[in-house]
């Protein structure tokens, strides 16, 4: 029950970030998306109050420019002293409470008590204040979880990089490379978020670790080679950290289970792909392939994969990547039932499997990218970072071919 339950918080946490970031980002007005934004963190929090102050360095003021449940105070305005932003925590959640002896929260302790404020937030960006969040009491748990705060911590982040990103468009319009490497940041955000949720994946099975990334890193490298887009290459990277999302319901013991599989147990796992798919299909994703990747990543050109049994004219580039990077790394990985293939065995394999379990071509791309890397004749990152001791006896045993 506690395995689920954290789960759905887990998902419910991702997908309102994804919401907060699309919003913040949105087309819409500054005023609307402020609003927007603060509406969407109190969801995540069950809090009915909340508001949204401003700094203006002109009247070195906080002004109100959103809020919700205090409507009565949208004309309120918060005189800053200089020492007042020093003692703020930047980005950091913290409880008004353990603040009412620092001189800011004395001074305006009448206007936190209307606000019913409980939970403050000091909001910066590259080193500039930029204003403050104040969430009023919960209305269901009355302490915030270790893993809440962090989440209130990216969602403070997010908002103060689209409060600077949108004061500094309004300011000055021409530096739209500062727009983008905010925006670059948030993005950076969303990632270490998601790539949160592959660890917690990975740790569900102990001869797994980092397979989520490792399939990430061979996809994304394959689809580079193929000339894909740097959009379409985030999307599969993406995919790869999330494929195997559906696991986390999976009884361990039948994840870890070091003998041959009941029919029932076999179908437990092959069920993992539309699991993965009907939770990540709830999430509104800026790359709207990912859960197609992740649903079909078990598929085959032959027909004789799952969980829809495609034929290889239905299934993608990107489905037959993705496949392709975690059978692979399943191959090279050690697993409960067997000792990891060495390389040059699971090269074999990918060889003769190619054309009924694997696409062709992208088996012909990815091989070659594999040789490549053994000659030391790779131009892109190395995609064997792990294998030293492989390698080598790949050329040992494969002959001057491979020590050019």
């Known amino acids: 029950m506690g395995t689920r339950w954290d789960l759905k918080r887990m998902l419910f946490n991702l997908s309102a970030l994804v919401d907060l970031g699309q919003e913040v980002t949105s087309a819409k007005g500054y005023a609307e998306r402020m609003r927007t934004a603060v509406y969407v963190i109190t969801g995540m929090f069950s809090v009915p109050r909340a508001a949204l102050f401003v700094y203006d360095p002109e009247q070195r003021a906080l002004v109100h420019v959103a809020g919700k449940g205090n409507e009565e105070l949208q004309d309120v305005r918060l005189s800053l002293r200089s020492s007042d932003v020093q ?8 409880p008004i409470r353990d603040m009412r002896t620092v001189p800011f929260f004395q001074r305006y302790e ?3 008590a209307k606000l019913d404020a409980r939970v403050m937030v000091a909001l910066f960006a590259k080193d500039e204040f930029i204003g403050v969040l104040t969430l009023g009491r919960r209305l269901s748990r009355k302490t915030y979880l270790r893993s809440e705060w962090d989440v209130l911590k990216v969602a403070a982040h997010q908002l103060a990089s689209a409060v600077h990103n949108a004061r500094l468009f309004a300011q000055h319009a021409e530096k739209a490379r500062e727009n983008k490497r905010l925006y670059e940041d948030m993005r950076r955000i969303y990632h270490e978020t998601i790539e949160a949720f592959a660890t917690a994946i990975d740790a569900k099975d102990e001869y797994t670790k980092n397979h989520s990334y490792r399939v990430a890193h061979y996809a994304s490298a394959i689809a580079r080679q193929m000339g894909w887009r740097k959009e379409q290459v985030e999307a599969i990277y993406i995919a790869g950290l999330l494929h ?11 994840i870890n289970k070091d003998s041959d599989l009941t029919s029932q147990e076999k179908e437990e796992i092959k069920n993992h792909p539309q699991v993965s ?5 709830k999430i509104r994703f800026p790359w709207k392939e990912v859960v197609h990747f992740i649903r079909h990543h078990h598929e085959r050109p032959d027909g004789r994969g799952y969980p829809d049994a495609l034929g290889e004219k239905d299934l993608s580039d990107g489905v ?8 692979f790394d399943a191959m090279t990985s050690d697993r ?4 990891r293939l060495p390389l040059a065995e699971a090269v074999r394999e990918i060889e003769r499997c190619a054309g009924t379990q694997f696409d062709h071509h992208i088996s012909t791309v990815f091989i070659k990218m594999l040789e490549q890397e053994i000659k030391g004749k790779s131009h892109g990152q190395p995609i064997l970072e792990s294998m030293k001791m492989e390698i080598k006896a790949f050329r040992d045993a494969n002959g001057p071919r491979y020590n050019a």
């Open 87 to 94: 003692q703020l925590p930047r980005n950091e959640p913290f």
């Open 110 to 112: 009448d206007i936190l």
């Open 244 to 254: 195997d999302i559906g696991k986390i319901i999976i009884d361990r013991k039948v």
């Open 277 to 281: 798919y009907e939770i990540l299909s």
């Open 320 to 327: 037959k990547i993705l496949a392709l990077s975690d059978a």
């Open 336 to 339: 409960p039932y067997r000792q």
